[in-house]
């Protein structure tokens, strides 16, 4: 079991910079592929960033790269998103999700939502112009 806690929820205009933070509870947080999602009012969930569990490999939905970067330090059980230069169609829920794989993964597999059985509660991130 893990229970997933997200903060850094703002109100930040276009241009600006939010960190996002994801504090997980339960053993083996390392062994964990660690998630962050995105939904906007009236739209389905999607993926923004992804992280590996055992070689840190990153993954990024396109619209991000370049701006966002997740990160984690395991000896914290903590995933973090840096958020730079957001853009008012950044405004969204954001969710920390976490799930275990069996075998390599790659971003088809950590960009899926429903491969995801634990949710944090969501934080707003919301961009103004």
């Known amino acids: 079991q893990v229970q997933l806690v997200e903060s850094g929820e703002g109100l930040v205009q276009a241009g600006g910079s939010l960190r996002l933070s994801c504090a997980a509870s339960?053993?083996?947080?390392?062994?964990?592929?660690m998630a962050w999602f995105r939904q906007a009012p009236g739209k389905e969930r999607e993926f923004v960033a992804g992280?590996?569990?055992?070689?840190?490999?990153?993954y990024y939905e396109d619209s991000v790269k370049g701006r966002f970067t997740i990160s984690r330090d395991n000896a914290k059980n903590t995933v973090n998103l840096q958020m730079n230069g957001l853009k008012p169609e950044d405004t969204a829920v954001y969710y920390c999700?976490?799930?275990?794989?069996?075998?390599?993964?790659?971003?088809?597999?950590?960009?899926?939502?429903?491969?995801?059985?634990?949710w944090g509660q969501g934080t707003q991130v919301t961009v103004s112009s």
């Open positions: 339960g053993r083996s947080f390392s062994s964990y592929v």
């Open positions: 992280i590996s569990s055992s070689d840190g490999l990153t």
């Open positions: 999700a976490a799930s275990r794989f069996i075998g390599s993964v790659d971003y088809k597999i950590v960009a899926a939502a429903p491969n995801y059985g634990y």
